[in-house]
């Protein structure tokens, strides 16, 4: 599974969550595969990740948004390094011109 389906599918998770009115297994759950999953693919010292560390921590619907819209902004970043690294073979290639 590709991290842009990753972090779709978690996005996906967490607005079931919202719609259970925040059951508190379910919230934290998706909480820490969400922060897992930022952690990993941007690293503890990103702003992403200190981001949703600092603001996803209440079963509250401001904090799930919040938690969401980093997971967005984590898979376009995701997205823009796979097409620049693209590029950058492409340029590296002999197609090249």
């Known amino acids: 599974m590709s991290s842009e389906q990753t972090l779709d599918d978690l996005i996906e998770a ?3 969550v919202l ?7 379910a ?3 998706w909480r820490k595969r969400a922060l897992d999953c930022v952690t990993v693919l941007v690293g ?3 702003p992403y990740a200190k981001f949703f560390n600092a603001f996803v921590v209440q079963e509250a619907r ?10 967005e902004a ?3 970043q995701v997205a823009a ?8 073979d492409l340029k590296q ?3 090249y011109l």
Request: glycine share 8%.
């Open 14 to 16: 967490g607005w079931r």
């Open 19 to 25: 719609q259970s009115d925040f059951e508190p297994d």
């Open 27 to 29: 919230f934290l759950t």
């Open 44 to 46: 503890p010292d990103h």
């Open 62 to 71: 401001n904090s799930l948004l919040a938690g969401a819209g980093i997971l």
């Open 74 to 76: 984590t898979r376009e």
């Open 81 to 88: 390094r796979r097409i620049e690294s693209r590029f950058c």
């Open 93 to 95: 290639s002999s197609l």
